[in-house]
Every structure is written in C-alpha cells, then in structure tokens.
C-alpha cells in the first residue's frame, strides 16, 4: 500500500500545476467540443470550429512545462506527416504572452497551430485539471473522444489514440 501511495505522489508532482477555476457545465467525453476563439501566435484570430471536419488534437501546454515541450516534436512530425492532414494539431498555451510563445515555437520550428489562451478562459470552459499537459481528442464530427492528462512518451502513443477515432 505504501508502495501505490509513493508512486501515486512520484507520478502527481511530475506534472506542472496550473491553477484554473472550472466553469460548469464540463465538456464530457460523447458531447459536443465547446467553441471558442482565440488569437493564434501570428495575431490571427481562429476558432475551434475552423476545422470543422477535421480529427482535432487539442492540446494544452505552456513554454515552463517541461513534460509540454517533450510532446510537441511528436506534435509536428504528425502534422508534418502527408498521412495524417485529416488531422489538425491546436496547441492551447496557457497564461503566457505572445513574444514569449511566438518565440519558443520559431526556435523550434513548429509549424501546427499555436493559440493563445492568456486568460485561460478556454481552459476553463473545457474545465481542466490543474497539471499540464492536458490533450483532448475530438472527432470529424466535434464530438470529445478522448482526454489524456500528462505528455505522450512517443509519437506511436499519439497515433494509436488517433486511429481509434
């Protein structure tokens, strides 16, 4: 028992804390991905439904998050992959301004859609938990498929949770 509890608190405080108040009622899995809009890193105002008809990761991240920055090269080799255009890559960063993100994602030459959730009151309406990194799955059709809580160790992971969909 002392064991479970040990790697209960290893694996908790592996995962950046944010703190987010959650508005009500929570987008379940099986219902309807809530709308939004927000400005991209490139001043561009974009909302969810934009990609209408497309497979949508959305993922939720910040620059300060180490476990973030180790699942976004898995990001861009699948938005970067000919195979997978039915699929839109949403990277939702949280609470930072947009020099600081701008400049993060152009010394990494990410190329997928950055946008920026200054208020985080995107990540609010999808009431997420108070860790980082967060990635919901939403289907051709806008409907929540899934939720994974914590980064992805591999590109392979990601893919698998895609080809369910």
């Known amino acids: 028992m002392r064991i479970i509890l040990l790697m209960i608190l290893i694996i908790s405080s592996s995962l950046p804390l944010l703190s987010i108040n959650c508005a009500s009622p929570c987008p379940d899995i099986g219902k309807s991905a809530p709308d939004f809009a927000l400005e991209s890193i490139e001043g561009k105002k974009m909302s969810l439904s934009d990609f209408q008809g497309k497979i949508i990761l959305l993922n939720f991240w910040a620059t300060w998050c180490g476990p973030c920055k180790s699942e976004l090269p898995f990001f861009q080799a699948i938005h970067s992959e000919q195979s997978m255009k039915n699929v839109a890559i949403i990277a939702i960063d949280i609470k930072e301004n947009t020099t600081t993100v701008k400049n993060f994602a152009d010394s990494q ?30 289907d051709s059709q806008g409907i929540i498929k899934a939720r994974k809580i914590g980064a992805f160790r591999s590109q392979d992971e990601i893919e698998k949770m895609l080809s369910s969909l």
């Open 109 to 138: 030459a990410y190329t997928f859609t950055i946008l920026l959730d200054k208020d985080a009151k995107i990540a609010q309406k999808y009431c997420l938990p108070s860790a980082l990194p967060i990635t919901i799955f939403i």
